[in-house]
């Protein structure tokens, strides 16, 4: 079975600033595909980034980008120029590339961003 | 086009009694799978559908069931509701086939068991 892991339980970083949120996960399995979900207070879970294991180079999506580190099964989640939007619940998730389309969440990491 | 859409947004049931969830996937997308989101943790898989067919269990007990309609639409049944059963139930659609992907989230319904 796959477990995430999410050590950070709470972070906050002031606005403007750079902030990352860490992930590990561990897993048998040699392709895989990982997410980062944001879950803001109205509690729709957005998907802001994703990874898929046999690619080597970091995913990216605007002010969003990933640190994956496969032979350490880290998956980490970097935020530039925070803004007070991104002020949420972060979940980092896991999904084998075969069988059940399952995701396998972490506990995940509240956001504070201060003005 | 409309994203996921769950109906109700919030429900207050007592123990004992049985629950309906509904769930109505984006435009296109086969696959349904329900989560329940306990307070202050992530979501947990309860079930996969995909062309009414289940896909995928979670480690539920049997009180929890589930099917899939014509039209993809979903329901998530919950009979003999304790009070453990208070969560976010979130439904998400997927076009099956694309992992890659992910999912897309509706808002979920809080129910609340007294």
């Known amino acids: 079975a796959q477990t995430v892991t999410q050590s950070q339980p709470e972070m906050s970083v002031q606005e403007a600033e750079t902030v990352t949120l860490s992930c590990t996960y561990d897993?048998?399995?040699?392709?895989?595909?990982l997410f980062w979900y944001k879950q803001p207070p109205s509690r729709q879970m957005i998907l802001v980034i994703r990874?898929?294991?046999?690619?080597?180079q970091n995913a990216t999506e605007n002010r969003f980008s990933v640190n994956f580190q496969k032979a350490a099964k880290s998956f980490s989640l970097k935020i530039s120029d925070s803004q007070l939007g991104d002020t949420a619940m972060y979940f980092c998730a896991f999904m084998r590339s075969t069988g059940s389309y399952q995701l396998t969440f972490g506990k995940g990491t509240k956001l504070s961003v201060i003005p | 086009d409309a994203g996921v859409t769950q109906s109700p947004t919030h429900l207050i049931k007592t123990r004992g009694q049985h629950v309906t969830l509904r769930c109505s996937p984006i435009s296109g997308h086969k696959s349904v799978s329900w989560y329940q989101q306990v307070l202050g943790q992530g979501p947990q898989f309860i079930f996969q559908?995909?062309?009414?067919?289940?896909?995928g269990r979670g480690n539920f007990p049997d009180r929890f069931s589930a099917r899939q309609f014509p039209n993809y639409s979903s329901e998530l049944n919950v009979n003999a509701l304790l009070l453990g059963d208070s969560a976010l139930y979130l439904c998400a659609s997927s076009l099956l086939g694309n992992r890659d992907y992910g999912y897309t989230f509706g808002s979920g319904t809080r129910l609340t068991v007294v």
């Open positions: 559908y995909y062309e009414k067919e289940e896909r």
């Open positions: 897993t048998s399995e040699n392709n895989y595909y």
């Open positions: 990874q898929e294991a046999y690619k080597q």
